[in-house]
């Protein structure tokens, strides 16, 4: 196998050189995701980020490897590239990114914005290039760092373009392509997190999501306020009222039982060492405002919190005008937008029904409320590591980075995870990624940290390279 100081120096040049160039490029293009730009298709964006990938996979070809393009009708597009396996090496890995991206955000300090790239303190700033454009690069920087004469499994890689929309185009596509994918042993993701920068992070569990609007409608139009106040209840305060049979005000606890799940043993286990390891940044490391606190300051409460724990999120708002050009007037309706993370076992489709049940029974002053909860996912909780692949992130964690893999769980959703988990149930899973402290994926200032992908490509190269010599 390639040595580490070999492997080391080649990732650093060719990220260096090929990667952050191309990276610095993609996060000019705006590809938002088809939930975020209905008309994707017609704006051409998606196609810009397509065939500048194209160009850079002809520019660096791993040798023997076939690139396809993917355009099932009405459909994202989807790049698949098949690369032999080598040294008479068994099995086939399967690798996974995507190209898409959230949307513009505010809030971007005064001298970045989502699509102006900026490389600042090994740090390149812009929308997509940690969540998770580096990706498609990175994987291929990884296998030709292991050379040819390491043997190797086939490598099938996938790179999405629907992934921010829940990925509804993914199914389609792993079904359009069973014969060239075939059966995977192991699947690497380069779509999680990392707990913090010093080691490599192994992402055990995902949550779950419910997302969708409550809509308070309780007039027509709107009334002078001095006039309907008293007499007609607030959309605002019915929506509150509403909101209140979900999550405890005072506390955040979300409150039916069905939405919690008990929490196995080794994802505790988890949970603890990973705490222990961050200490108090697990909760500094947010951006707080004022003397702001948080829900817990105990380190393994708050990674249980974020990974296994329902909690509520109120990401939009309709109906309420803004501070500076809002009127004395009783508003007519008020919609939220609501974001209802679940712990990683309990399905989404039973969690919908229960929000609905929730919001559309013995509705006070029979105000007009409609749901719409069409985002959905059920989590993923990873199956146990092989003994092999444990020792492996181990030893790739320690080679490239001086310390142990950690393992945890992420409070987002990968809906890939789940699906291919199912379709595959005797595969290993190695979930990881860059987005660590700060980095801020879907928010203002996200930014790619480049030192720690090189280091993590290096070890994503190092488990490759073991598990061709099984």
Not at 68 to 88: C, E, F, Y
Not at 260 to 286: C, H, M, N
Not at 363 to 379: E, I, Q, R
């Amino acid at each position: 196998m390639t040595d580490a100081q070999s492997t080391t120096a080649f990732v650093s040049t060719f990220w260096d050189d090929h990667i952050v160039p191309t990276i610095t490029e993609y996060i000019r293009i705006p590809n938002k995701s088809p939930s975020f730009d209905a008309n994707w298709e017609a704006n051409g964006h998606m196609e810009d980020a397509l065939q500048l990938a194209l160009r850079w996979l002809d520019a660096h070809p791993v040798p023997g490897m076939r690139v396809d393009v993917g355009r099932l009708p009405r459909r994202t597009p989807m790049i698949l590239v098949d690369v032999p396996a080598i040294g008479g090496a068994d099995g086939t890995i399967l690798m996974y990114g995507h190209l898409d991206k959230q949307p513009e955000m505010t809030g971007w300090r005064e001298d970045l914005g989502p699509w102006e790239p900026k490389y600042e303190d090994g740090k390149l700033y812009g929308r997509g290039g940690a969540d998770d454009g580096y990706a498609l690069f990175a994987s291929v920087c990884a296998l030709l760092a292991l050379g040819e004469g390491v043997p190797r499994a086939r490598v099938v890689l996938m790179i999405e373009f629907s992934e921010e929309s829940g990925s509804p185009d993914l199914p389609a596509y792993v079904d359009h392509y069973k014969d060239i994918i075939g059966t995977p042993d192991l699947v690497v993701c380069l779509d999680s997190g990392a707990g913090n920068y010093e080691q490599m992070w192994s992402t055990t569990s995902l949550r779950g999501l419910v997302g969708g609007t409550l809509d308070v409608s309780v007039l027509r139009e709107g009334v002078h306020s001095g006039d309907a106040s008293g007499v007609v209840p607030s959309s605002f305060r019915v929506a509150r009222s509403m909101l209140s049979r979900l999550e405890d005000p005072e506390t955040g606890r979300i409150v039916p039982e069905s939405l919690w799940t008990e929490i196995p043993e080794d994802r505790a286990r988890q949970a603890k060492r990973a705490g222990d390891s961050l200490g108090d940044a697990v909760y500094k490391r947010f951006p707080w405002a004022g003397g702001m606190q948080p829900t817990d300051t105990t380190p393994a409460e708050c990674v249980l919190n974020r990974t296994w724990r329902p909690a509520l999120s109120i990401t939009g708002i309709d109906g309420v005008p803004s501070t500076d050009s809002a009127g004395n007037v009783l508003r007519p309706h008020t919609r939220l937008k609501l974001s209802l993370r679940l712990p990683p076992t309990v399905d989404a489709d039973v969690a919908s029904a229960v929000l609905t049940e929730l919001f559309t029974h013995d509705v006070p002053y029979n105000a007009c409320v409609t749901t719409d909860l069409t985002d959905g996912a059920t989590g993923w909780n990873a199956p146990p590591l092989a003994s092999w692949l444990e020792e492996t992130l181990d030893e790739a964690s320690n080679t490239y980075y001086g310390k142990p893999c950690l393992h945890m769980g992420e409070g987002g959703s990968i809906p890939f995870m789940g699906m291919l988990n199912d379709k595959f149930p005797d595969a290993q899973f190695v979930v990881t990624g860059v987005l660590g402290p700060n980095s801020n994926a879907h928010g203002p200032n996200e930014f790619l940290h480049v030192p720690y992908a090189k280091k993590l490509t290096s070890c994503i190269a190092h488990v490759l390279g073991v598990h061709g010599r099984r």
